[in-house]
């Protein structure tokens, strides 16, 4: 009784997605979706980074989008945004990063992983991070090249999008443009059009705005008011830290109801398979919407985004809001989203 109720409910749910001109984020064709795994060698730095590939039917070159995990987890993680936004046309590279991925618990005695998680969760491995992307980026070019590679010609990287969860956010806040050590210090990727940050973070130091101010490509973020980090070093207010700093491009930000730090996975925090996770459903339907809007230049799905449509798919209590120049966009249908602008409109 309880899935046929669930079911009617997705349904209804459902039902006020599309738009008058019929555009439906959550619409997806039934072609299979092919999942590949890989190795990137980055020789400089004696580094091997696992990435799992999700490919989109057909043998078109598509839009790229990056995800970086969190704090202990894998090229293996959120298997329902890589199926959904590759059935969508887009295909999504899952990047493992070595120092804090699964192995910082795995091989650990329960008793000891969250201390080790807290080591992990360091200035270094973040700089590992943070570098692993372009090189990641630099090998995908180089296969998209080589006629025998899997991933030949499949790869249209002039529009990239960069996404992660909570570390994978911070490292995605890092290659979209956040500038540290007061300016000194910057690892932005000009090859990322637009990002996507689950439970992002604010900088442990200095002043955020000033951090921000140099992220000059559209960012949706995401979190919950139950989003506070597993090892306790950011609370669920220091997540709306980040959004009112981004200033120099289109933002829009969704801060869930109840949802928690484990909201945006597909595993509780016991590593146990998520159930109809209710989050899930608008998750998708907003970052597919934002996608196409960015990395597609669909005008469609930008006006789905900044109309009511993105509202129908949340449930009261969840917070939904854009800055200016994201609201600039619905009073002037004209400008053009970062697909066919570029990067520091």
């Known amino acids: 009784m309880r899935s046929i109720a669930r079911w009617l409910l997705g349904i209804v749910a459902s039902a006020g997605l599309a738009t008058a001109d019929g555009y439906d984020p959550l619409k997806v064709p039934e072609a299979e979706v092919a999942s590949k795994i890989f190795d990137v060698k980055d020789?400089?730095?004696?580094?091997?980074?696992?990435?799992?590939?999700?490919?989109?039917?057909?043998?078109?070159?598509?839009?790229?989008v990056i995800f970086s995990h969190g704090l202990g987890g894998?090229?293996?993680?959120?298997?329902?945004l890589g199926n959904h936004w590759a059935k969508r046309g887009y295909v999504v590279v899952f990047l493992q990063h070595p120092g804090s991925d699964e192995t910082v618990w795995k091989d650990t005695p329960r008793a000891g992983r969250m201390g080790a998680m807290r080591e992990a969760a360091s200035a270094n491995n973040l700089i590992l991070r943070v570098k692993d992307v372009p090189a990641v980026l630099d090998e995908l070019g180089k296969w998209n090249g080589e006629k025998d590679h899997p991933l030949h010609a499949r790869l249209d990287l002039r529009h990239t999008g960069m996404s992660g969860h909570s570390f994978g956010a911070v490292t995605t806040q890092a290659v979209a443009g956040q500038s540290a050590a007061g300016g000194r210090m910057s690892f932005t990727?000009?090859?990322?059009?637009?990002?996507v940050m689950f439970s992002p973070s604010p900088p442990k130091l200095g002043d955020p705005a000033a951090a921000f101010s140099s992220i000059r490509i559209p960012c949706l973020l995401m979190t919950g008011t139950l989003d506070t980090s597993p090892i306790g070093n950011t609370g669920a207010e220091d997540r709306l830290?980040?959004?009112p700093h981004l200033t120099?491009?289109?933002?829009?930000?969704?801060?869930?109801?109840?949802?928690?730090h484990m909201s945006f996975g597909d595993r509780d925090l016991q590593g146990n398979p998520e159930d109809g996770n209710r989050y899930h459903q608008p998750i998708l339907a907003l970052t597919t919407a934002f996608w196409d809007a960015e990395l597609r230049g669909n005008k469609d799905a930008e006006a789905w985004l900044v109309g009511e449509a993105a509202k129908s798919v949340m449930k009261p209590g969840d917070r939904w809001e854009m800055n200016a120049r994201a609201k600039d966009r619905s009073?002037?249908?004209a400008q053009p989203p970062s697909a066919s602008a570029g990067r520091g409109r």
Do not use: C, E, H, M
């Open 331 to 333: 009073n002037d249908p």
């Open 241 to 243: 830290k980040v959004f």
């Open 43 to 64: 020789a400089g730095r004696d580094r091997t980074l696992p990435i799992r590939v999700y490919l989109p039917a057909g043998k078109a070159a598509a839009p790229v």
């Open 248 to 260: 120099q491009a289109p933002a829009w930000q969704v801060v869930f109801d109840k949802a928690t």
């Open 74 to 80: 894998s090229r293996d993680n959120n298997p329902y």
């Open 189 to 195: 990727d000009s090859r990322i059009s637009a990002a």
